[in-house]
């Protein structure tokens, strides 16, 4: 959701739309996202743990959140320009209003982590994948848990670009050899299940949530270089030993 001084910008029904920053315009948005994800709701009675649904739910949710949130900045706004000396009844209008708007923000807030945590099971829970922990072929979930969880059982990503060549024979850099790789492709796949995940974040309306993402995926991408930076260490070392009689 871009936000302007008199403008901003949401999601409707998959559409780009621009709206007006007024307390009517923001209501009908903020009553259209709750419809929406109240829609969504009653079909995941009948499809749970359907990732499509879910994401939809999350994004109306996300949206109708903020949205409350710049309802009640208009709200205080309004309220900031009324003397209750003067116009009492009118400034216990807009209190109460406000208070509503920032009950309404909490609320959805509230609802969004339910959301999200059920999001995060559906995915976590919609494939697995084999790999080889050189301590035979075992099966983790495909989800940024069970990668992780089959780097520690490689080692430890710390402890593979930690390895020294020195005085290492040719089996042992062999080994490591195929470790650096197993490891390259669990960052691979971490990096992807991430960029999966930033596909489905606004980031007009969850900047941050987009940014910690982007973040995670670009340190990703050094950790990637460091590893084949140590992989090309370790070939050389190979070619080098093989050499000495």
Same mark, same amino acid.
């Given at each position: 959701?871009?936000?302007?001084?008199?403008?901003? *910008? #949401?999601?409707?029904?998959?559409? *780009?739309?621009?709206?007006?920053?007024?307390?009517?315009?923001?209501?009908?948005?903020?009553?259209?996202?709750?419809?929406?994800?109240?829609?969504?709701?009653?079909?995941?009675?009948?499809?749970?743990?359907?990732?499509?649904?879910?994401?939809?739910?999350?994004?109306?949710?996300?949206?109708?959140?903020?949205?409350?949130?710049?309802?009640?900045?208009?709200?205080?706004?309004?309220?900031?320009? #009324?003397?209750?000396?003067?116009?009492?009844?009118?400034?216990?209008?807009?209190?109460?209003?406000?208070?509503?708007?920032?009950?309404?923000?909490?609320?959805?807030?509230?609802?969004?982590? =339910?959301?999200?945590?059920?999001?995060?099971?559906?995915?976590? %829970?919609?494939? %697995?994948?084999?790999?080889? *922990? +050189?301590?035979? #072929?075992?099966?983790?979930?495909?989800?940024?848990?069970?990668?992780?969880?089959?780097?520690?059982?490689?080692?430890?990503?710390?402890?593979?670009?930690?390895?020294?060549?020195?005085?290492?024979?040719?089996?042992?850099?062999?080994?490591?050899?195929?470790? =650096?790789?197993?490891?390259?492709?669990? =960052?691979?796949?971490?990096?992807?299940?991430?960029?999966?995940?930033?596909? +489905?974040?606004?980031?007009? =309306? +969850?900047?941050?949530?987009?940014?910690?993402?982007?973040?995670?995926?670009?340190?990703?991408?050094?950790?990637?270089?460091?590893? +084949?930076? %140590?992989?090309?260490?370790?070939?050389?070392? *190979? %070619?080098?030993?093989?050499?000495?009689?």
């Amino acid at each position: 959701m871009a936000n302007s001084d008199q403008k901003l *910008t #949401i999601q409707i029904a998959g559409n *780009t739309v621009e709206l007006e920053r007024s307390l009517k315009d923001v209501s009908s948005a903020i009553s259209a996202s709750r419809r929406e994800a109240g829609a969504l709701k009653d079909e995941l009675k009948f499809s749970p743990g359907n990732v499509e649904l879910l994401t939809k739910r999350h994004q109306e949710l996300t949206q109708a959140m903020e949205l409350s949130k710049v309802k009640a900045e208009i709200l205080r706004d309004d309220l900031n320009k #009324i003397d209750p000396q003067v116009d009492p009844k009118g400034f216990y209008k807009l209190s109460r209003q406000l208070n509503q708007a920032e009950a309404d923000s909490r609320k959805f807030g509230r609802q969004l982590e =339910v959301a999200n945590a059920q999001l995060e099971r559906a995915q976590s %829970t919609a494939a %697995t994948f084999k790999f080889n *922990t +050189n301590n035979g #072929i075992k099966e983790f979930r495909n989800d940024i848990t069970g990668v992780e969880a089959a780097m520690a059982a490689l080692g430890g990503k710390r402890s593979i670009l930690n390895f020294s060549t020195a005085g290492k024979s040719v089996e042992e850099l062999k080994k490591n050899f195929a470790t =650096v790789n197993s490891a390259i492709e669990l =960052v691979e796949r971490k990096s992807e299940l991430l960029k999966a995940q930033l596909s +489905n974040i606004n980031p007009t =309306v +969850n900047p941050k949530g987009f940014a910690e993402v982007q973040n995670k995926i670009n340190d990703l991408s050094e950790d990637l270089d460091k590893l +084949n930076k %140590t992989k090309t260490d370790i070939k050389i070392s *190979t %070619t080098w030993t093989r050499r000495i009689p």
